[in-house]
């Protein structure tokens, strides 16, 4: 390693700086063009729709054709990470996503959103999902899952600032859509880019640095420890990757069931007014959990991965239990909203730190990306569940109950999963 770490374990100022910069790459990656195309895709529904005359089915479809063709794109840019320059890949990322959201400005016809769709599906999954959890585990040793779920937050704190942002635009006139397509993609590129050209490095040895906490094991006397794992190939045939697949695929399902909370509220207009003008406000708290959620999680995680998953999946059951037992008391089904916006903050924080837990750091970009494709295609048509459910009889009640048992299932999932890593020391290389 380039970078000389004195026995006393402190390191120049430069070794503590550059990483934070990393750190910041992240935030801004999850923040900008994560939280403006995935967290404020809905506000253009209704707006575009009108428009154009047409459904809002007919606008949102071209959100799936986003959503598929990440899971298609999520293989190939974990690759690309795992054997090219991480600049010029999320470059080339920033780029497809900003031009992608930017070009909608200019669209005459509803089809042509689709295309736009599909270039920022191939642009978006390395910054969204890949570039957090693969820069945090290269560039620090000490707190991976408090920086990670850091990170992650800003997929929602960003979702409230530009939610806001979007609307003030889309109100500005007939067309005001377009200026906010415009103006969202002017702005990915501007605060992207010069993170990805300049900031962003795939390992601190490209900087002569050590990473971060490496001067805390030398301090206590613990080697640095060797970078091994299993590879994908050999990953990929074990039940443990079966199980995290199908870990990430339940809780992405479940996570969905925050579109619904609003729909939820507002089904009590007859018996409960009050309630159902609580719409707005029961989304917004279960932002602020997930928010806040992703922190906690991320700093649960690093003292013990069942423990994080405890708070996370217990977080969630309480949640759903206060809101469907007690709907018509406000403070409580506030609070319940909370405290399921930690299950809602649960997939991008816990799927990360298991992988890495279960197979090691060798080819932990390219293990995770394919179990994330599991997770993106049951987005794909998880509200279109969820719909079906809720418009059944007392179908809000089975929302709830088919909720809970994801969020068990997936904790047995995870939690079998972790005990697979002895048997699978055998084929970490």
Known sequence: MAATISKTGKSGPKHSKYAFLIVLSGIIFTGVPGAMIYSCAGIFFTPVSEYFHTSKAAVAGYFSALNITMMIALPIAGKLMSRFDLRKVLTCCALLTGLGCLSISFMSAVWQFYIAGVVMGIGLPALLYLAVPAMINAWFKVKVGFLTGLCMAFTGIGGVIFNQLGTILIRTGQDGWRKGYLVFGIIILVVTLPFTIFIVRSDPAEKGLAPYGADQMVEIGEPEPEVRGVTASKAMRTPAFLALAGFCGIITMNQTVYQFLPSYAYSFKAT??????????????????????KVFLGAANDKSIIGGMGMGIGCGLLGVVLMAVFPTAAPVLLLGSFAFGFAYAFPSVQTPLLVRAVFGSKDYTNIYSRVQMVGVLASAFAALFWGTIVDMHNGYTIMFILSAVCMVLTFILGAWSLGQRTKLQSLME
Do not use: F
């Not at 029961?282 to 806040?292: E, L, T, Y």
């Open 272 to 293: 409960a007014p009050q309630i159902a003008t609580l719409t707005g406000l029961i989304a917004s708290c279960c932002m602020a959990g997930q928010a806040i959620g």
